[in-house]
């Protein structure tokens, strides 16, 4: 079966300092994945999505940038966090892009910048 | 942006029936409606999904209309566990969620 993994599971970081969160996914190839944050209260906002190794789109300019060094990782960084990068970051995938296909998440990222 | 909008809030009663209800106004012919339910630090997880009429399974019931602009998502008999944040989704490529409907059972 398929299974999605993401750490750290909480992180706190001074303002300035670089930021590594990796996603990876088992049990399945290619899949399409997601990275969102969530701020305190508010709704999930999509920050970046791959169709495929390499193939990363963002959806919002910000400090964070995405990459996909292998078919089923996910990694998400900064080189500079600010205080407003401060939240609870999901890692998602699915199995193809249709409109039927169920999104999966992980455990998630709390991040407090400090 | 979201193709869905949904109450912000709702309050109800343990044992009561909760209806939630989602417009999607623009839904294209092949876009399916889905539903997910996200507790407090935990990522979404899927309830129900639906393309039109009524789909049930053991957790909730979904209806459609046949104009399909929009729907509503039902939840026999809730209990306090039941309170939750519940996202109405119709998808492309990008999955891109609207501010979902936050649900609080009371005792």
């Known amino acids: 079966s398929q299974t999605i993994h993401q750490w750290p599971a909480t992180l706190v970081q001074p303002v300035g300092s670089p930021l590594s969160l990796e996603c990876t996914v088992e049990g399945t190839s290619n899949p399409n994945l997601y990275w969102y944050r969530q701020a305190a209260g508010r709704g999930l906002q999509l920050l970046f999505y791959s169709i495929g190794i390499d193939q990363i789109s963002s959806e919002v300019p910000q400090n964070l940038s995405a990459s996909r060094p292998q078919d089923r990782q996910f990694i998400l960084s900064s080189k500079k966090l600010l205080l407003s990068d401060s939240g609870f970051y999901l890692c998602a995938w699915s199995l193809t892009l249709a409109s039927n296909t169920e999104a999966f998440f992980g455990q998630g990222t709390r991040l407090t910048v400090v | 942006l979201a193709k869905t909008t949904q109450p912000i809030s709702m309050d109800s009663y343990e044992g009561q029936e909760v209806n939630i209800t989602c417009s999607h106004n623009?839904?294209?012919?092949?876009?399916?409606i889905t539903w997910y339910q996200q507790f407090p630090s935990q990522g979404p997880r899927f309830i129900i999904q639906g393309y039109k009429t009524k789909v049930t399974n053991e957790v909730a019931s979904l209806f459609i209309p046949a104009d399909r602009k929009s729907s509503t998502l039902s939840l026999p008999r809730v209990s306090l566990s039941d309170t939750a944040v519940y996202y109405c989704l119709v998808r492309d490529d990008k999955i891109i969620f609207g501010k979902g409907t936050r649900l609080h059972i009371l005792p």
């Open positions: 623009n839904i294209a012919t092949n876009d399916y």
